[in-house]
Each structure stands twice: as structure tokens, then as C-alpha cells.
Nanobody, 119 residues
Framework: QVQLVESGGGAVQTGGSLTLSCKVS????????MRWYRQRPGKEREFVAR????????DYAASVKGRFTGSRDNAKKTVYLQMNNLKPEDTAVYYC????????????WGQGTQVTVSP
């Protein structure tokens, strides 16, 4: 059974930090591209970060670049999002997403974790 379970969300003040984790099971993380998305109140879900299968293959949305760091530990079957210098506009539900597989392509979503940043 495939599962992506996010954790690490919470409430912080502006300038604070949080680290989100996404523990996966049921598929081989090594060959899956992983992404973080978020959905801010009243907004569409948006891309935050991509952590590819190759070392150093990471890119970010402009709004979080320089503040957020995505990483993965395939041995622990976990993907991370280190978030520093948080701002109120980072308040959102953060989702983990994975896609990959061959010859059949699959994609999976986690259930989300709430991040709230107060002024």
C-alpha cells in the first residue's frame, strides 16, 4: 500500500523555522521525483520545490528560493523541506507529491500538513 505521510507542520512566528518530513512507503523512493506543493487559504495549490532523483537536482518557486531547502534520504525513505525565515504568506497546507515508475507512470499525494506563520 502506497503512503506518503507528512509531518513537522505547526505554528511559528515570522522569521521562524520548520522542517517538514514526508515518509513514503509502498514504492521505491530512489526512482521517484518528489515535489512539495502548498495551498494557501483561498488559493490554488502551487509548486514549492522539486527534489529530483539525482544529487543536487533541486529547484524552487521564486517565492521560497533562498529560504527553503529540499532534500531526500532514500535510505530513510523520507523527503524533507527545511523552511527558514518564514513569513505570514507561507501559511498553507503543505503537500508531498511523488511521480515516476516505468513502464507505468504513477503519481502519489500525501494528506498535507498545516503550517501557520503569525506576524
Amino acid at each position: 500500500q502506497v503512503q506518503l505521510v507528512e509531518s513537522g507542520g505547526g505554528a511559528v512566528q515570522t522569521g521562524g523555522s520548520l522542517t517538514l518530513s514526508c515518509k513514503v512507503s509502498g514504492f521505491l523512493l530512489d526512482v521517484y521525483r518528489m515535489r512539495w506543493y502548498r495551498q494557501r487559504p483561498g488559493k490554488e495549490r502551487e509548486f514549492v520545490a522539486r527534489i529530483g532523483t539525482l544529487a543536487g537536482e533541486v529547484d524552487y518557486a521564486a517565492s521560497v528560493k533562498g529560504r527553503f531547502t529540499g532534500s531526500r534520504d532514500n535510505a530513510k525513505k523520507t523527503v524533507y523541506l527545511q523552511m527558514n525565515n518564514l513569513k505570514p504568506e507561507d501559511t498553507a497546507v503543505y503537500y508531498c507529491h511523488g511521480d515516476g515508475g516505468a513502464p507505468t507512470w504513477y503519481e502519489y499525494w500525501g494528506q498535507g500538513t498545516q503550517v501557520t506563520v503569525s506576524p
